[in-house]
């Protein structure tokens, strides 16, 4: 359309994505699993980008947002480091939580990360200032302490999703949210949320009123259009639609096991992929060009990045 398209209000996206894979794959497993999906479609799990890649916690500090351990939830988000995470910053976050709330300490040391730890310098900052108010220190961050909350809501629907896939006793097209005021939107995370020590209203929410709670469906089940896959040595070139709601990642990790962050595997293609001229709709040549000196290519060392 022309003008503002407001949020939300897409049809859908269309991707053309180049997959780099280790070793050639299968064609026969590669036609089949494409097939698969064209006929049957994909069950619409969030997928990890929903979880906070590369540490995976986000869903964590929404639990612990909901319960109300603000001060457990600040000390998570600074110095809880996690094995996916790079070892250098793992240490790190380990060497900070040594410091206690010693803010001041922690913020000099924070400091040097201003880009990485963006959101760990905005918490710092204010509790030097305040220290104590784990409430105004996570009303600073309100974006981060939203994406938990649905971060906590993702994951729950994520399990009773795969609860409902495992039972084989059918999954209904929607299933709802549990930010909802509505009991019947709840009642199906009810065992989850008790096993977690969470209760409705969800009290711990409360200091935060940018996080709605609204009725919201999500859909189980998408089917994709799938234009062109194009199986190449050592990756493929698929080009394909979806409708709004649905992840890419996830409709990808039906067919490839996906691998994301640093370090990369070793043996990996990493020189530049034309794909719209692989799946003949064009070439990204003029685009590459006007854009060249912004783009930071898979494998380039820190020298190139800052010439």
Not at 71 to 80: A, D, G, H
Request: no cysteine.
């Amino acid at each position: 359309g022309k003008g503002v398209v407001d949020r939300g209000a897409l049809y859908g996206n269309k991707f053309t994505i180049v997959l780099r894979t280790l070793e050639d794959t299968d064609e026969k497993y590669f036609e089949e699993r494409v097939e698969e999906l064209k006929q049957n479609g994909f069950y619409n799990f969030f997928y990890l980008q929903r979880f906070g890649t590369p540490r995976l916690l986000t869903h964590y500090y929404g639990l612990l947002l909901f319960r109300g351990e603000y001060e457990k939830l600040v000390l998570t988000m600074l110095t809880e480091g996690s094995r996916w995470e790079l070892p250098y910053f793992r240490e790190f976050r380990r060497g900070l939580k040594e410091l206690g709330t010693d803010w001041k300490k922690i913020k000099e040391e924070i400091s040097k990360f201003p880009v990485i730890m963006r959101q760990e310098n905005i918490l710092v900052a204010y509790l030097a200032d305040n220290p104590d108010d784990y409430i105004g220190a996570l009303q600073q961050i309100p974006d981060q302490v939203r994406i938990s909350a649905y971060a906590y809501s993702s994951y729950l629907f994520n399990k009773v999703l795969s609860g409902l896939i495992r039972e084989g006793g059918g999954v209904p097209p929607k299933l709802p949210l549990v930010l909802s005021f509505e009991d019947q939107d709840r009642a199906p995370y009810k065992e989850l949320l008790e096993a977690d020590n969470i209760s409705f209203p969800f009290y711990g929410l409360k200091p935060f009123p940018f996080i709605r709670l609204q009725k919201r469906y999500v859909s189980t089940r998408f089917q994709p259009e799938i234009e062109h896959a194009v199986l190449k040595p050592k990756g493929a070139v698929l080009s394909f639609t979806l409708k709004k709601g649905a992840y890419a990642t996830t409709f990808l990790s039906h067919i490839f096991t996906l691998v994301s962050g640093l370090p990369l595997p070793e043996g990996m293609y990493l020189e530049p992929v034309d794909a719209k001229k692989i799946i003949d709709t064009g070439t990204t040549a003029p685009t590459v060009e006007k854009l060249d000196k912004f783009i930071m290519r898979r494998g380039m060392d820190l020298d190139e990045i800052l010439d």
